[in-house]
């Protein structure tokens, strides 16, 4: 074993242990701690025993173990832990020793502690880090953002653990300064719960509308993930759609209908209202979990409120194969809209976002993987200034062929009475997307009528705003304000 240590870490729960064996299985030597010191004679004594891990038991020895430049990783709770645990370490490190932080920390704090960390003569790095406990320890998707200086010195780590696609290209690069990574792993999470979501939906219409059993929506499920749809989420759905209960019945039909969530799917959406981006299918996807939790509510309102019961009379295997086509419509439009999220911070913040390297990111290792994704990297390969993906040739003719089905599934659902929410807002996206013109003009004349907001008008230059007295009782006084 090495006298020092090439990286230390953090923090061993079961994220933080996975990532120590596979950097460890790299040929890197790690330096570990944990706040409850015993748990690193547990790692050290059981998973780790006879590699080439260091156990510390305080962040003196820590630090102590490490190698120049210092490189220290934060495997802990997100929020003020890794405040608390920044301030403990800035008095043992040295100038160029790199503090990184592989939790899901929202981008604003990476932001602020980037700039505090090198006011203190260090550097700091955000990295979202994605795939779970699995992909921790066999190779997660790594987006690493912060001090650039820091790049250099945690590349060849970063990118080694990383997972590979298949000409062998790590799924991890330098995504931007400061929030810029933890920035592009909080939108990962809001696509994939927009992928959730519609699969969800297409799982809900199978079940109530053609009345199809988990054992038959396996296979649905199965085959769809040997086409366009490929990808980790159709992959497990499949798998669990299969699975049986220790009675052989399918267990997924015996687990509560209420979804959790950490809060990530939120940030994006707050973050879209506060850019003005329409993030629409990941909104409906969160306010969807949000209605979920509702549940005594909602068998309160079951058993008070009657609508319209769901009896499919149309061609079941036409409707499954509508249905491939609405998921993956609906697919595209949560990336296009994930995607102008990600343009407009990349203005906002002022970064510059490799946008094919973030789909090539997240080609393998993350939760959101697919073979879709290698068609976004083409996308902007052929184009880095592409403003939406819906202007793509190749993503354009996907969606305009996939409209019949994607409006027959629509239709029908909401004919019958079951909830699509992310799937409908997805449609109502698109044919406002390519509508020249909205309704906003009479919204714009509301708006000026009750406070003197004031308007445009399509005959004269932009830039130029005009009040009227509408009632014949106003003033000419405007407000000083107009925002779009």
């Not at 729960?13 to 790299?26: D, I, P, R, T």
């Not at 820590?62 to 997100?78: H, Q």
């Not at 819906?390 to 354009?396: E, V, Y």
């Not at 992310?422 to 708006?447: I, K, T």
């Amino acid at each position: 074993m090495k006298k020092l240590a090439d990286i230390g870490l953090i923090g061993l729960a079961v994220m933080g242990e996975n990532l120590v064996l596979n950097m460890e299985s790299k040929g890197f030597t790690v330096a570990v701690f944990n706040r409850t010191v015993s748990k690193v004679d547990e790692f050290i004594n059981g998973r780790a025993k006879g590699k080439n891990i260091i156990g510390t038991h305080s962040l003196e020895e820590l630090v102590a173990s490490l190698n120049r430049p210092r490189k220290v990783m934060l495997m802990v709770k997100a929020g003020q832990p890794v405040d608390d645990f920044i301030e403990k370490l800035i008095p043992l490190l040295e100038p160029g020793d790199i503090i990184i932080d592989g939790g899901n920390s929202h981008f604003m704090d990476t932001r602020r502690r980037t700039q505090y960390v090198e006011s203190k003569g260090l550097l700091y790095i955000g990295t979202g880090v994605s795939g779970g406990e699995e992909g921790a320890l066999r190779g997660p998707s790594m987006m690493p953002g912060g001090s650039p200086a820091a790049w250099p010195h945690v590349k060849d780590i970063f990118q080694a653990i990383a997972a590979k696609v298949d000409d062998g290209t790590p799924c991890c690069d330098w995504v931007g300064e400061d929030g810029a990574g933890h920035f592009v792993k909080m939108v990962h999470n809001g696509i994939e719960y927009g992928d959730m979501q519609i699969i969800n939906e297409a799982y809900h219409l199978m079940k109530e509308l053609l009345g199809m059993t988990p054992d038959e929506q396996h296979e649905v499920f199965k085959k769809w993930n040997e086409g366009k749809l490929n990808s980790y989420l159709i992959e497990i759905t499949a798998d669990i759609l299969a699975f049986k209960d220790t009675d052989g019945t399918p267990l997924v039909e015996k687990i509560l209908d209420t979804a959790g969530q950490k809060g990530t799917g939120k940030w994006t959406v707050i973050t879209a209202l506060e850019l003005g981006i329409p993030l629409t299918l990941i909104g409906e996807s969160v306010f969807s979990r949000c209605l979920s939790a509702q549940k005594d509510l909602r068998v309160k309102a079951s058993k008070a409120i009657f609508g319209t019961k769901p009896h499919f009379k149309g061609d079941k295997q036409q409707f499954i194969n509508d249905l491939e086509e609405a998921l993956y419509a609906a697919k595209i439009i949560s990336y296009a809209q994930g995607y102008d999220l990600m343009r407009e911070a990349a203005k906002e913040y002022n970064w510059n976002l490799n946008y094919g390297g973030i789909a090539l990111m997240w080609r393998g290792g993350c939760i959101i993987r697919s073979a879709f994704l290698g068609d976004i990297k083409k996308a902007f390969d052929k184009n880095p200034s592409l403003e939406n993906l819906l202007l793509d040739p190749f993503f354009k003719e996907a969606v305009q062929s996939a409209q019949e089905s994607w409006r027959n599934v629509c239709t029908t659902a909401l004919e019958n009475g079951i909830p699509i929410p992310a799937l409908a807002s997805a449609l109502c996206y698109f044919d406002g997307f390519r509508c020249e013109r909205l309704p906003a003009n009479l919204l714009q004349a509301q708006r000026d009528y009750f406070g003197a907001h004031q308007y445009e008008r399509i005959d004269r230059p932009r830039g130029e705003f005009f009040h009227t007295n509408w009632t014949g009782q106003g003033g000419d006084t405007a407000s000083s304000t107009y925002l779009v």
